[in-house]
């Protein structure tokens, strides 16, 4: 008696995990697309390399009852070599323009879709639903305080603290970026890229022996290396945010 062998089963291609990642995200206060765009240019301009590639949400809500190009949008920011991946906020028909465009609508994780109730037959009575109790959640593990960094961070390397302070023992070279959504210490040369404050933390600071950048920026407000001619450039330098204004103390 012969049997045939089975097929061996195929390798696994793919898996899928929920994942949450820090974006910035590009509010709009006005419509006007063509008002947005060479702004925006002459904005990244001024730093160069700063957002290239990088991945951003749009925000909508300060547009109201205004319309967008989105097509127009997506294609001018993509020229600049940003790439717009959703929207997030704005109304219902907006997010349907965008979507239109290849926009989805962003949501942080565990917020649910909104859902609209169908209206109640005229006459019916009211139905009072007393919610039941939820259950405990489980305790979670603390968020690291701080991620240590022992070395120099190289020309082309990106380093991310999500949800927490990031410590270098060392310098940060020109051409690297560093990220934190809290604050960062920099026991060495600055030279690169630094950003407190990612997750729009605006009292997190910059903290820097050797304060020499390309760009520094707290929650979503940045100076470049041309903008630095009044601040102590070489020296130990501790940088903040003063209402919409970055400022730059020395370290004592």
């Known amino acids: 008696m012969t049997v045939a062998a089975r097929p061996a089963s195929p390798p696994e291609a793919f898996r899928l995990r929920a994942s949450n990642y820090s974006l910035l995200t590009l509010r709009l206060l006005t419509g006007d697309v063509q008002a947005v765009l060479p ?3 002459d904005q990244f301009r001024r730093a160069p390399g700063f ?9 909508l809500d300060d547009l109201g009852g205004e319309q967008v190009d989105f097509p127009a949008l997506v294609q001018g920011l993509r020229a600049l070599e940003i790439l717009p991946i959703g929207v997030v906020g704005g109304s219902q028909p907006l997010r349907a323009a965008a979507a239109g465009a290849g926009l989805p609508t962003l949501r942080p994780a565990g917020q649910r879709e909104t859902e609209v109730e169908a209206p109640s037959p005229v006459g019916a009575p009211p139905v009072v639903i007393t919610p039941a109790a939820p259950p405990p959640e489980p305790s979670r593990p603390a968020m690291p305080r701080s991620m240590l960094v022992t070395q120099n961070v190289r020309a082309g390397q990106r380093v991310y603290a999500q949800g927490s302070d990031l410590i270098i023992v060392g310098s940060v070279n020109a051409g690297s970026e560093v990220i934190a959504d809290g604050n960062i210490h920099i026991y060495g040369a600055l030279r690169g890229r630094a950003v407190a404050g990612a997750s729009e933390d605006a009292e997190a600071r910059i903290f820097a022996q050797n304060f020499d950048p390309e760009l520094v920026a707290i929650s979503g407000f940045y100076a470049v290396r041309e903008g630095l ?3 102590p450039i070489g020296r130990g330098v501790q940088v903040r945010l003063d209402g919409e204004q970055l400022r730059f103390d020395p370290l004592v």
């Open 51 to 59: 957002l290239r590639f990088a991945p951003i949400a749009i925000g």
């Open 39 to 41: 702004a925006l240019g």
């Open 229 to 231: 001619s009044s601040t």
